[in-house]
């Protein structure tokens, strides 16, 4: 069974930065590509950019170049993302989701990330 | 490309035909998704490729379309169905559509 496992929702405060995770069971890490998903209350979710597990290569919508930043770690099957210089705009719940092609086949349960001070 | 997903809210009874729909503003090339989420649920995939039903998706949920025009179709309405439908778009960048939220009349 595949699972995406995803961290705990994050409080942070304006300016400061987090590290989400993603981690995975159940299919070939390295094969897929994980990407990570937006969604805020009554807006379109929007995909912020994605990594491949072979090589961690990264593709990144370009309104979130240089809000995130994508790795991984192979040898642990996760996927990291650290959304930086936060502010009220980020508030939202972050999904991470697996795909073979440009569509998503796995999501995680999603983490809500609320900037506050 | 932009999607225009219609309605915004559909109620509809159980056993029901209910037809979605989603629209581009330019022509998709058949790289459409389909989207299930249930409320404080990820989303899941119900079709992708406009036509080809993820596996273990019931039979009764079917995709069609071409160009700018394409529809997700639940033949038979039942009551896990109560979600919001987004379209997903592949073929020129990565875009979503804003929702369908289906409602048990």
């Known amino acids: 069974e595949v699972q995406l496992q995803q961290s705990g929702a994050e409080l942070v405060k304006p300016g400061a930065s987090v590290k989400l995770s993603c981690k995975t069971s159940g299919y070939t890490f390295s094969n897929y590509y994980m990407s990570w998903l937006k969604q805020m209350p009554g807006q379109n979710i929007e995909w912020i950019g994605n990594i491949y597990g072979g090589n961690g290569g990264t593709g990144y919508n370009q309104k979130f170049k240089g809000k995130a930043t994508l790795t991984v770690d192979k040898s642990s099957s996760t996927a990291y993302m650290d959304l930086s210089s936060l502010t009220s705009e980020d508030s939202a719940v972050y999904f991470c989701a697996a795909g073979y092609y440009w569509y998503f086949d796995f999501w995680g349960p999603g983490t809500m990330v609320t900037v506050s001070s | 490309i932009q999607l225009t997903q219609s309605p915004s809210l559909l109620s509809a009874s159980v056993g029901d035909r209910v037809t979605l729909s989603c629209k581009g503003s330019?022509?998709?090339?058949?790289?459409l998704a389909w989207y299930q989420q249930k409320l404080g649920e990820a989303p899941k995939l119900l079709i992708y490729?406009?036509?080809s039903l993820q596996t273990g998706i019931p039979s009764r949920f079917s995709g069609s379309g071409s160009g700018t025009d394409y529809t997700l179709t639940i033949s038979s309405l039942q009551p896990e169905d109560v979600a919001t439908y987004f379209c997903y778009q592949y073929n020129n960048g990565l875009t979503f559509g804003s929702g369908t939220k289906l409602e048990i009349k």
């Open positions: 330019q022509n998709i090339n058949n790289y």
């Open positions: 490729n406009t036509n």
